[in-house]
Structure formats: C-alpha cells, structure tokens
C-alpha cells in the first residue's frame, strides 16, 4: 500500500504534533560585548541591532534579557588600546572590565549564568588568542596565562569560562588551577572544535581583535585554529577537551559545520554548544536589509537546522530575535 507521507503534513496541527526540532529560550547563550565608559551604547556597523554597552547600560540590558526568559550570557570586553600588551597583564588584572563585567551582571540579575570568553586576543597589542615570540603563538606560556586568567574570572564571580584560543592543554591547566584554587564548581565551556574560519569578521571589527600586519607577526590564526576542510580532527580535539575537564563542548563557526556538530552529539555524552558567529549574522542582517530574504524565516531556518544538527546550546546574535518571535 502506498505510505502518504503528506498525512503528518496536512495542518498545522500534525505538522506541530510530529515537529521533531522545538526552539525554546533555554537553548540560547547571548553574547554581549562590554566597553569602557559611561552611558554607552554603541552599534556595532558591521552587525546592526547589535551593541557594545559600557557597563551602566550592561546592568539595565542584563535585566531586559532575562525578563525575555534569556537565563545565559557569554561576555567580551573591548580593551583600550594603551592596555594591550604581549603578556596578558590586562587580562589578570583583577577589576580589570571583565572581572567588572561579571561583578555588574551578577550584581543587576544574581540568577544569571554568566559565562566569560577566555582567550587573549582582546589583550593582544598583536590580536592573537596567545602569547606571540618568533613569529609563533606560544603554547604552553599561553596556556599558563589563560589559566591564571580563568581563575580571575572564577573569583570575580563567573559561572563559567569558555576558553576560546585552541592552544593544545589549556583545559587541563584551567580545571587544574580551578582545582587546586577550591573553584570545584566553576564551569568551564570549552570552545573545543573552533575553525579558522572567515566568519569572524564582524566580531573582531566589534573588539578591534583582529591579528595585526606587521612582520614576524602571524596574520591569520591557522596555526592554533582549525582548518575548515578537516571534520577528523574535531573528534580528536573535542575528546581531548573532554578528557581535560571541560563541561560543555562547542563546535564553532555553526551553519557550515552542521555535520561536525552531528558527528560531535553521536560520541559525546558532554552538552554540545554551538556559535552561530558574527558573520553568520552579519550575512542574513545584510540580505534582508536589501530584500533578499525574509529575515525572520532564515533566522528560524538557521537556528532550527543547528538545534537539529545536535546543538544542545547555541551561542547567537539572534537570541533576543528568536524569542520574541517565539514568545
Ligand atoms: N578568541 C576570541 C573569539 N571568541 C569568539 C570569537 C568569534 C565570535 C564571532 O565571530 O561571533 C573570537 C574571535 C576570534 O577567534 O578571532
Ligand atoms: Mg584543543
């Protein structure tokens, strides 16, 4: 007999009934970037509706996020340009604008989970996620500083540091100093299988992070970030992030890496999370703005196709869109 497939097709009412991928505002972690100043809120040309807020502002958007039923947000800083350096200094400094960050967004709405980015290039006068000598992203000195870096984050108040640089062994010397510092329930959200991708744009346009030209400088971060024609290669990192402590793992840019996000679900028994990137948001704001596309339904699409693909988390830009459309 011929199966009629378009049966669990015919209304809206099956077609809700036997939906298999349902978006919720449990599933989203909402970056926010933060600036020096006062009464700023700046946005960010490359990504419109999206801001930089000084931290008076962070307080009052903190609030508006959580009164849309958004109960988790991922933090960067842009740093002032006289506080970068190569060593990280910034980056320990314990009322440096992170620790602050933390400090305002607990302070406005305790109930927040408050994640924070660690990784150095916000701090880089070379915009490179680590330590630069030789030409070369030092590994393991890299490594040290982020762990030193994390513990601030831990003792200003995070919830959880998402280590987003790639250097090989930074989530065991994290966990460890976290560890050995009595911060046994500080969280840590491994950007675990993170690409080299060209969807940064925009965010490093937002941070002013992208690596700098000059000589003996590295201009790209191939060298730490992975090469998006590998999908083996993510297994293997992810497993070793897991391995080294991490909590949650991230695959990261999203939409064209759905099938690392698959592969990553079918062997980890760790929340998946994913970051739908800046210039993954940055394109759709682009096209609808000219007409191209319809804004709202792409967005759904996008966001559905990445919950579909195994995310149990997605970082997005779109977060505040999706659940006002959704509520
Ligand atoms: N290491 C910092 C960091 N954390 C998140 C992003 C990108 C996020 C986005 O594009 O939305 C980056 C930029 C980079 O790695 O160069
Ligand atoms: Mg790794």
Not at 75 to 83: D, G, I, R
Not at 302 to 312: E, L, N, S, V
Request: proline letters at 4%; hydrophobic letters at 45%; glycine letters at 6%.
């Amino acid at each position: 007999m011929l199966r009629r497939n378009r049966r669990l097709r015919s209304s809206a009412a099956i077609r809700s009934l036997v939906r298999e991928t349902i978006i919720s505002p449990d599933d989203f972690l909402v970056p926010i970037f933060v600036v020096e100043g006062k009464g700023v809120k700046e946005e960010i040309a490359s990504m419109p509706g999206y801001y930089r807020y000084s931290l008076d502002l962070l307080a009052s958007e903190a609030k508006e996020i959580w009164s849309l039923g958004l109960k988790s947000v991922l933090l960067f800083v842009k740093v002032p340009e006289h506080l970068k350096d190569n060593s990280g200094k910034e980056a320990l400094n314990p009322n440096g604008l992170m620790q602050r960050a933390i400090k305002t967004v607990k302070d406005a709405v305790p109930e927040m989970l408050v994640m924070t980015d660690v990784a150095l290039d916000p701090y880089s006068k070379y915009g490179h996620d680590g330590i630069v000598s030789e030409g070369k992203i030092i590994n393991d000195d890299s490594s040290a500083i982020l762990a030193e870096m994390s513990l601030t984050h831990a003792i200003a108040g995070a919830d959880f540091v998402a280590p987003s640089d790639m250097m090989d062994g930074r989530i065991f010397e994290i966990r460890t100093l976290l560890e050995d510092e009595g911060f046994h329930d500080t969280g840590i959200m491994s950007y675990s299988a993170k690409y080299a991708s060209a969807f940064y744009g925009p965010f490093r346009d937002a941070l002013d992070s992208a690596p700098v030209d000059l000589k003996d400088i590295p201009k790209d971060k191939q060298s730490y970030q992975m090469d998006f024609a590998n999908r083996d290669e993510a297994i293997r990192e992810t497993l070793m992030d897991i391995e080294e402590g991490a909590d949650i793992v991230m695959v990261k840019p999203g939409l064209c890496y759905l099938d690392i996000v698959r592969d990553i679900r079918n062997v980890v028994d760790v929340p998946v999370a994913v970051y739908q990137v800046s210039g993954e948001y940055a394109m759709l704001k682009a096209a609808a703005e000219k007409g191209w596309l319809n804004h709202d339904a792409v967005m759904m699409e996008q966001i559905t196709a990445i919950k579909r693909a195994g995310a149990h988390i997605i970082a997005s830009y779109f977060a505040k869109d999706v659940v006002k459309l959704i509520s």
